[in-house]
């Protein structure tokens, strides 16, 4: 199997769309459970919603692989990862395929030649192969996530709103 | 300090406030979309006809990931953490005086739930659909972001 055409540019300006520190709130997880202690309620990731009918397969993906109560969790977050914008020294990971396209663009290529077949896997899934190192020989600790375009802009403009509030 | 102050008012929120505000069933469906007549996010047919073609799972991970010489070693929790908190979410926030904490959404299936998106698009327009629910008690809401590893986090029940 060949390795990847490495077609994405560095920087690429989707790779360089950077919310600040201040504008992401990071909970740790005492804080996070003594928040929600007394909601009863769903706790829930909600991706694109034009890919919701993807649920039962990601579903179906967890349980095989042996992720069972996730499979039973109301939620499911698809994450794609594309082999042509893929490399040792990056791999993207997509929260939403829309993206994919930009980035082809970006790098120069042909929006013809854009890449037609994904890998969808559940973002729980992910993390579990990026946590046990196992699995397809991915170059782990060069997984960068990428996030829907403007999403760190508009973390950004949040962070001032409230800046500008307090 | 401005963290854990949220963090403990938002504890604070009795689970009837989170539910703040009621009335939106008939606006929301949760992993589905605007319930408002024209779908506001139309999807691109073909690009639909691929996911249901293509896309598949470990089987195409296996064919089709690049670096299959590579031995990378495992990332540790804060690492992986931290690379998912690059990427924001945004939640929806009551700031009223009288309760400040995330608000609970009524999915289309029913019940309550709190929801992170990752498009900021469907997140604002989760917003605009509440503001203008006609909610008596008029709650002031307004959407806050948080780290998708926070997030997943608190979704995962971890």
Redesign the interface.
């Given at each position: 199997?060949p390795?990847?055409h490495r077609v994405l540019p560095t920087p690429c300006p989707l790779l360089t769309q950077?919310?600040s520190r201040d504008?992401?709130?990071?909970?740790c997880?005492a804080?996070?459970k003594?928040?929600?202690?007394?909601?009863?309620?769903?706790?829930?990731?909600?991706?694109?919603?034009?890919?919701?009918d993807?649920?039962p397969?990601l579903k179906r993906?967890l349980k095989?692989?042996g992720m069972e109560a996730?499979a039973e969790?109301?939620?499911t977050?698809p994450v794609?990862?594309v082999?042509e914008l893929?490399?040792?020294g990056l791999?993207p990971v997509f929260?939403?395929?829309r993206e994919i396209k930009e980035a082809w663009k970006a790098a120069g290529q042909k929006e013809e030649d854009a890449p037609?077949?994904?890998?969808?896997?559940d973002?729980?899934m992910l993390?579990k192969d990026?946590?046990?190192?196992e699995?397809?020989?991915?170059?782990?600790?060069?997984?960068?996530?990428?996030?829907?375009d403007?999403?760190?802009d508009?973390?950004n403009s949040?962070?001032q709103?409230?800046a500008a509030s307090t | 300090m401005r963290l854990t102050a949220v963090v403990l008012l938002a504890a604070s929120v009795s689970a009837s406030r989170l539910v703040t505000p009621a009335p939106v069933r008939h606006h929301l469906r949760i992993r589905g979309g605007a319930d408002n007549g024209d779908d506001p996010f139309p999807l691109d047919e073909d690009h639909q006809t691929t996911l249901d073609e293509d896309v598949s799972g470990d089987v195409a991970a296996e064919d089709a990931m690049p670096g299959e010489a590579s031995s990378s070693g495992v990332l540790t929790e804060q690492q992986i953490f931290d690379k998912l908190n690059e990427v924001p979410t945004f939640g929806l926030m009551s700031t009223s005086k009288e309760s400040t904490g995330f608000v609970a959404l009524t999915p289309k299936g029913g019940g309550r739930a709190i929801v992170f998106f990752l498009e900021p698009e469907e997140a604002k327009a989760v917003l605009e659909m509440n503001k203008n629910a006609g909610d008596e008690q008029e709650t002031p809401l307004r959407l806050v972001c948080l780290g998708l590893g926070s997030a997943l986090k608190l979704c995962s029940g971890r």
């Open positions: 199997m390795l990847a950077r919310a504008a992401i709130r990071v909970l997880s804080e996070a003594e928040a929600f202690k007394n909601f009863e309620g769903d706790l829930r990731l909600q991706g694109d919603h034009r890919f919701a993807q649920a397969k993906m095989d692989s996730e969790s109301p939620w977050l794609f990862l082999q893929s490399s040792d791999v929260l939403n395929p037609q077949k994904y890998m969808m896997i973002i729980r993390v990026m946590r046990s190192g699995k397809r020989g991915i170059p782990w600790d060069k997984v960068r996530f990428v996030g829907a403007g999403a760190a508009f973390a949040l962070q709103l409230a | -």
